[in-house]
């Protein structure tokens, strides 16, 4: 058995199609398809159910597959231990952030290429579902995701969401110091639509003021919600993280909501692998040391400051 015929499976497994498979490793059709029968007849087990096309593995498959992730992902964990022993880190870190973190992994991502010049960060922009499914496959080294789950993953907490109502500054709420979640649902609001993990949070704290939200413009991106603000139309309510990325547009106001003063936690969180790789130790390093709450919660603060003169 050959790591290139693992990666083949894998692969395969991903992509769910020969072609697509062979085209991502790098090789003709055929070669990979005689790779992977030259690991059945050498394990002596069927691997892939074939048909027509591609019908997905066999049970023994399965296993393999899992046993394929686990073993690729060693060897990565090999190498970049081997380089930490040389010249210094290389190789590519797999940080996986769903989308309301995504303005804030800088303060995370910068200062470790800064550290590990030769080591490369790839960021995926992934729900935190599917984030757990790519820990526990080895497709992800790490990633920032909510931590109000029972997960048994490791975590490194690194702030709490704060939600504040980004509304006009002629608005009917932007007079005030502070509004309620009731208030703010009166509005006519732009908000993430209810496949985000982020929308389904502040609908609950909407039904804990005994409102309901029914935002007029859904988005599944920030930067869709955002694209609609500075017509001056419509109001939104943001995750203080946000404003790292965009600010507040011009002719708009940050109001603090009543509630609860921190919302669910964000943070790190690492897969099975024990210890973690050197590139996973060393991200996490950085982000004891990065400060990143404090960083967001100042932040938050020049902005409610230069609304209160």
């Given at each position: 058995m050959q790591l290139r015929q693992l990666e083949y499976l894998v692969a395969l497994a991903r992509e769910r199609h020969f072609v697509r498979a062979a085209a991502a490793c790098y090789v003709s059709q055929p070669s990979l398809s005689a790779a992977i029968r030259r690991l059945e007849h050498e394990l002596g087990v069927p691997i892939v159910r074939r048909g027509r096309r591609y019908e997905g593995l066999t049970p023994e498959g399965e296993v393999l597959l899992a046993w394929a992730h686990r073993i690729l992902a060693e060897q990565d964990a090999l190498r970049q231990e081997l380089s930490a022993l040389g010249d210094g880190l290389t190789g590519t870190l797999r940080l996986g952030v769903v989308p309301t973190a995504l303005p804030a992994s800088f303060l995370l991502t910068t200062p470790f290429c800064e550290r590990h010049?030769?080591?490369?960060?790839?960021?995926?922009?992934?729900?935190?579902?599917d984030i757990l499914h790519g820990l526990a496959e080895f497709e992800l080294d790490v990633a920032m995701t909510y931590l109000d789950d029972d997960s048994a993953l490791r975590r490194?907490?690194?702030?709490?969401?704060?939600?504040?109502?980004?509304?006009?500054?002629?608005?009917?709420?932007a007079d005030v110091g502070t509004a309620t979640w009731s208030q703010a649902a009166t509005l006519p609001l732009c908000l993430l639509n209810s496949r985000m993990r982020n929308r389904r949070i502040i609908d609950e704290c909407f039904a804990a003021d005994g409102a309901t939200a029914a935002p007029a413009i859904e988005s599944d991106t920030v930067a869709g919600l955002y694209a609609h603000l500075p017509s001056g139309r419509w109001s939104s309510v943001i995750s203080h993280a946000w404003l790292h990325m965009f600010g507040v547009p011009?002719?708009?106001?940050?109001?603090?909501?009543?509630?609860?003063?921190h919302g669910p936690r964000v943070g790190l969180v690492t897969g099975p692998h024990d210890p973690p790789s050197v590139l996973t130790a060393a991200l996490l390093t950085v982000a004891r040391e990065a400060g990143v709450r404090e960083a967001l919660d100042d932040l938050l603060r020049t902005y409610l400051r230069g609304h209160d003169h």
């Open positions: 010049p030769r080591a490369r960060v790839s960021i995926e922009s992934l729900s935190s579902v490194l907490p690194l702030y709490e969401e704060r939600y504040m109502l980004l509304t006009p500054i002629d608005g009917p709420r011009e002719g708009m106001r940050v109001v603090p909501l009543e509630g609860p003063a």
